[in-house]
C-alpha cells in the first residue's frame, strides 16, 4: 500500500531533482524523506530529539538553529531568518538540498541568503520549493 499523504510528494519530487546528500527540510518533510530514501540524510528530523541531544552534547546552540531553521522555511515562525543563516554559515558545505515553503522562498531577504550560498531553486512540489547547491 503507498501513501498518499502531501509529505510523501514531496519526498518523491526531491528524489526526481535533487542529487543525493545532505537536507535541511521542515520536520514533516524530513520525515518523509527518512522513510523514502536513504540517500538524502536529515539535518533536523524531531526537534525534541535534536533540542535534547543538542543539551546532552552541550551542542544546544547549534541545534536550536537547526530547529528553528527548520521551523522559519516551513513558514512557522516568521522573524528568524537569523536562525537559517547561522545554520547555513556552519553547515552550507554538507547541505547538498533545501525545502521551504514558496512563501518563504520568495520573500527577498531568503533569497538574499540562498543566492550568497549558491542554492538555486529546482522544482516545486505543492507549497515547497525546492533548492540544490552545485557540487564543488
Known amino acids: 500500500m503507498e501513501l498518499e499523504l502531501p509529505e510523501y510528494r514531496v519526498a518523491q519530487q526531491v528524489r526526481a531533482v535533487a542529487p543525493a546528500g545532505a537536507m535541511l527540510a521542515p520536520e514533516r518533510i524530513a520525515g518523509a524523506m527518512v522513510l523514502s530514501s536513504a540517500d ?3 539535518l533536523a528530523i524531531r526537534s525534541e530529539a535534536e533540542l535534547y541531544w543538542g543539551y546532552l552534547e552541550k551542542n544546544l546552540k547549534q541545534m536550536t538553529a537547526r530547529v528553528q531553521s527548520a521551523l522559519f522555511m516551513d513558514g512557522q515562525i516568521q522573524d528568524k531568518l537569523s536562525y537559517l543563516e547561522s545554520e547555513l554559515r556552519t553547515e552550507a558545505p554538507r ?18 541568503l540562498i543566492d550568497t550560498y549558491g542554492y538555486t531553486n529546482v522544482g516545486t512540489s505543492g507549497p515547497y520549493s525546492i533548492l540544490t547547491r552545485q557540487q564543488p
Open 95 to 112: 547541505i547538498q538540498t533545501l525545502v521551504m515553503r514558496t512563501t518563504v522562498y520568495h520573500r527577498a531577504d531568503v533569497r538574499v
Open 40 to 42: 538524502y540524510p536529515q
